[in-house]
């Protein structure tokens, strides 16, 4: 997790330290635990960094008073060591020359440290990113120069990382390398820039060159040297790429959160995930013909995109197809099973999530095929994948996903439908999908207030369930993960039927029990519900207006409405008053929902 940016400036500036607090503020949504910059000035390298979000640390230890033409910034997601100032990146050397920041876990960490500690090197962090500059500092006392320095020790790394370094004998330059970790570099006219993500540096650039893996280089003001590690320079010529994002889309406008933003912007959102996936019609295509070609569908995803996963694979089923969906951090044991004529759908918002990523390469080595579904076309997930269809939905700053998981759900609907060849019933969905900027704003609107005050009970309850049949499952996963995650109130997601094995016992009077009906009703829930409520549960249920029976009118204690709709459109609506529950939930709580504790968008971390 944790978000990197470097700048290389053309001269001097003032504004360095103010510069990198801004590209850090974007990349906040990576990890928020601590925060830190390095510039060199003057023949010195200045350092300042402390525990807190890129706002108050910035404040507290002066960041806009830092000038210079070269320095490095990092927002932290802790994985070696706590969020202490100590461990805050960047890191430097014994000589105070050096200064790194880092985004991954070096697996050799220990042992390079023992090496590194035998020959007299002292370190002040409990970090694995701290053997960097050390490293390099003891590579260079022989002579060497800081690139080749640099290289070498990038060599000795086992893990992932995205690494950006800064030396004070190379005062112009910025060093980097990338192994699994996101890294792009950005050719701006007034500066080269390199970052974990291109939305740190738009208001310099966006041209872009998507650094591979193993691949090392350096930066200075017009010129860019990329070279992969055992290999030779690599010919940028072909690799800069143009991404076209307007920077209204990052600012929170009008709301106190960009959770809430993000809610409301879904029938937005939607709109342009459907616009693309009608005229990206090659991309589209491309992913129906390997789809069209499988024997089994698997999908993995992480989160939100494994809950949408479990949707997409359910709706393949319904269709009639061989489908499952996996875990992405359990991918390594299922996809045993994986073999050429298999497609492996890849959901992952980022396109960056590690676990997906390395379920997609495992997948690739045993011959599958493999479809992304992603929120950024320049992801190392999009461009591993034989093809890979583009979400469209705008930059998610909050952490919990609310606007790409109703896309990805939106998309797979799609997907799903195409690949079934028949065109009539393609159609048929494509024009009820088309009604879901209306549908969603209506749900919105609905759900809102009923969302409020539901959230005064949940403020003040330890727990919850939220049970469903069939596609009611998935959307109660995700319903219950959204309150877990911004709210911090326990939820568990379960299938109906399955609930009275083991849950049911913790139901007393008052406990929390939400029914999630989508599609079809399925009468079995009625006794579900009744089982609950017989325990004193408060019942609340979510379904499509109309459908309520007299026993779900019974044993409700409230009953959400939403319009009736076709299935499709269902599976993408539906969880929006679960959105919105969390959402005034965590507000009701006196908590920031856009940065939760502990969680980071973005896992780039085993
Ligand atoms: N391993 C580094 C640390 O704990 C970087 C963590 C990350 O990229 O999430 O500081």
């Given at each position: 997790?944790?978000?990197?940016?470097?700048i290389?400036?053309?001269g001097?500036?003032?504004?360095?330290?103010?510069?990198?607090?801004?590209?850090l503020?974007?990349?906040?949504?990576r990890?928020?635990?601590?925060?830190?910059i390095?510039?060199?000035?003057?023949?010195?390298?200045?350092?300042?960094?402390?525990?807190?979000?890129?706002?108050?640390?910035?404040?507290?230890e002066?960041?806009?008073?830092?000038?210079?033409?070269?320095?490095?910034?990092h927002?932290?997601?802790?994985?070696?060591?706590?969020?202490?100032?100590e461990?805050?990146?960047?890191?430097?050397?014994?000589?105070?020359?050096?200064?790194?920041?880092?985004?991954?876990?070096?697996?050799n960490?220990?042992?390079?440290?023992?090496?590194?500690?035998?020959?007299?090197?002292?370190?002040?962090?409990?970090?694995?990113?701290?053997?960097?500059?050390?490293?390099?500092?003891?590579?260079?006392?022989?002579?060497?120069?800081?690139?080749?320095?640099?290289?070498?020790?990038?060599?000795?790394l086992?893990?992932?990382?995205?690494?950006v370094?800064?030396?004070?004998?190379?005062?112009?330059?910025?060093?980097?390398?990338?192994?699994?970790?996101?890294?792009?570099?950005?050719?701006?006219?007034?500066?080269?820039?390199?970052?974990s993500?291109?939305?740190?540096?738009?208001?310099?650039?966006?041209?872009?060159?998507?650094?591979?893996?193993?691949?090392?280089?350096?930066?200075e003001?017009?010129?860019?040297?990329?070279?992969?590690?055992?290999?030779?320079?690599?010919?940028?010529?072909?690799?800069?790429?143009?991404?076209?994002?307007?920077?209204?889309?990052?600012e929170?406008g009008?709301?106190?959160?960009?959770?809430?933003?993000?809610?409301?912007?879904?029938?937005?959102?939607?709109?342009?995930?459907?616009?693309?996936?009608?005229?990206?019609?090659?991309e589209?295509?491309?992913?129906?013909?390997?789809l069209?070609?499988?024997?089994?569908?698997?999908?993995?995803?992480?989160?939100?995109?494994?809950?949408?996963?479990?949707?997409?694979?359910?709706y393949?089923?319904?269709?009639?197809?061989?489908a499952?969906?996996?875990?992405a951090?359990?991918?390594?044991?299922?996809?045993?099973?994986?073999?050429?004529?298999?497609v492996?759908?890849?959901?992952?918002?980022?396109?960056?999530?590690i676990?997906?990523?390395?379920?997609?390469?495992?997948?690739?080595?045993?011959?599958?095929?493999?479809?992304?579904?992603?929120?950024?076309?320049?992801?190392?997930?999009?461009?591993?994948?034989?093809?890979?269809?583009?979400?469209?939905?705008?930059?998610?700053?909050?952490?919990?996903a609310?606007?790409?998981?109703?896309?990805?759900?939106?998309?797979l609907?799609?997907?799903?439908?195409?690949?079934?060849?028949?065109?009539?019933?393609?159609?048929?969905?494509?024009?009820?999908?088309?009604?879901?900027?209306?549908v969603?704003a209506?749900?919105?609107?609905?759900s809102?207030?009923?969302?409020?005050?539901?959230a005064?009970?949940?403020?003040s309850?330890?727990?919850?369930?939220?049970?469903?049949?069939?596609?009611?499952?998935?959307?109660s996963?995700?319903?219950?993960?959204?309150?877990?995650?911004?709210?911090?109130?326990?939820?568990?997601?379960?299938?109906?039927?399955e609930?009275?094995?083991?849950?049911?016992?913790?139901?007393?009077?008052?406990?929390?029990?939400?029914?999630?009906?989508?599609?079809?009703?399925?009468?079995?829930?009625?006794?579900?519900?009744?089982?609950?409520?017989?325990?004193?549960?408060?019942?609340?249920?979510?379904?499509?207006?109309?459908?309520?029976?007299?026993?779900?009118?019974?044993?409700?204690?409230?009953?959400?409405?939403l319009?009736?709709l076709?299935?499709?459109?269902?599976?993408?609506?539906?969880?929006?008053?679960?959105?919105?529950?969390?959402?005034?939930?965590?507000?009701?709580?006196?908590?920031?929902?856009?940065?939760?504790?502990n969680?980071?968008?973005?896992?780039?971390?085993?």
């Amino acid at each position: 997790m944790c978000g990197i940016v470097a700048i290389t400036a053309s001269g001097r500036r003032e504004d360095l330290g103010l510069i990198l607090t801004e590209s850090l503020k974007r990349l906040e949504y990576r990890g928020y635990d601590s925060v830190g910059i390095a510039v060199i000035d003057g023949g010195a390298l200045r350092l300042a960094k402390n525990v807190g979000t890129v706002d108050i640390v910035a404040r507290v230890e002066g960041f806009a008073r830092l000038s210079g033409s070269v320095g490095v910034g990092h927002t932290r997601w802790a994985t070696h060591g706590a969020p202490t100032r100590e461990n805050a990146h960047p890191h430097t050397d014994c000589g105070r020359r050096i200064a790194v920041v880092h985004n991954g876990i070096i697996e050799n960490y220990a042992e390079l440290r023992e090496m590194l500690r035998s020959r007299g090197h002292v370190f002040t962090s409990e970090t694995d990113t701290e053997v960097v500059p050390h490293l390099v500092e003891e590579l260079k006392s022989s002579g060497t120069d800081t690139y080749s320095a640099f290289k070498k020790a990038v060599s000795a790394l086992r893990g992932a990382f995205a690494i950006v370094l800064i030396d004070v004998d190379e005062p112009r330059r910025i060093f980097f390398a990338r192994r699994v970790s996101p890294l792009i570099v950005g050719l701006g006219d007034e500066a080269i820039l390199a970052s974990s993500d291109i939305v740190s540096i738009l208001p310099f650039t966006n041209r872009v060159i998507v650094l591979n893996d193993d691949e090392v280089g350096y930066a200075e003001p017009g010129l860019v040297f990329i070279e992969a590690l055992g290999g030779g320079p690599v010919d940028l010529g072909g690799r800069v790429v143009r991404v076209e994002y307007a920077m209204g889309e990052f600012e929170k406008g009008p709301y106190e959160h960009y959770m809430l933003k993000e809610i409301r912007e879904q029938p937005h959102s939607l709109a342009q995930t459907l616009s693309g996936l009608v005229s990206a019609k090659e991309e589209v295509e491309r992913a129906v013909r390997i789809l069209g070609g499988s024997d089994t569908v698997y999908f993995i995803g992480a989160g939100s995109s494994y809950h949408a996963s479990l949707i997409g694979a359910l709706y393949l089923r319904y269709l009639g197809f061989r489908a499952y969906a996996i875990v992405a951090s359990e991918a390594g044991a299922y996809l045993r099973g994986v073999r050429e004529g298999d497609v492996v759908v890849a959901v992952s918002q980022s396109g960056e999530t590690i676990d997906t990523l390395l379920a997609v390469r495992e997948s690739i080595r045993r011959g599958a095929k493999v479809v992304a579904l992603v929120n950024n076309p320049l992801s190392t997930i999009a461009r591993e994948a034989d093809a890979y269809v583009y979400l469209r939905s705008g930059p998610e700053i909050s952490v919990a996903a609310t606007k790409t998981f109703t896309s990805q759900v939106a998309a797979l609907v799609y997907l799903g439908s195409a690949l079934t060849g028949d065109s009539s019933r393609v159609d048929r969905v494509l024009e009820s999908l088309r009604r879901l900027p209306d549908v969603t704003a209506l749900v919105i609107e609905s759900s809102e207030s009923v969302a409020k005050s539901l959230a005064k009970r949940m403020s003040s309850v330890p727990s919850a369930y939220y049970l469903g049949r069939a596609f009611g499952y998935p959307i109660s996963a995700e319903g219950a993960l959204k309150i877990k995650e911004v709210a911090y109130v326990h939820a568990e997601a379960y299938p109906a039927g399955e609930s009275k094995h083991g849950p049911i016992s913790l139901v007393v009077c008052g406990f929390p029990v939400f029914f999630t009906v989508v599609g079809e009703l399925d009468e079995l829930i009625e006794g579900n519900i009744e089982e609950m409520k017989a325990r004193g549960a408060y019942a609340i249920t979510v379904l499509p207006s109309g459908m309520a029976t007299p026993v779900i009118e019974k044993n409700s204690d409230v009953m959400i409405q939403l319009p009736r709709l076709s299935l499709e459109v269902s599976l993408v609506t539906h969880v929006v008053p679960y959105q919105l529950l969390a959402y005034y939930t965590a507000v009701e709580r006196g908590l920031d929902p856009d940065k939760p504790r502990n969680l980071a968008k973005t896992v780039t971390v085993f």
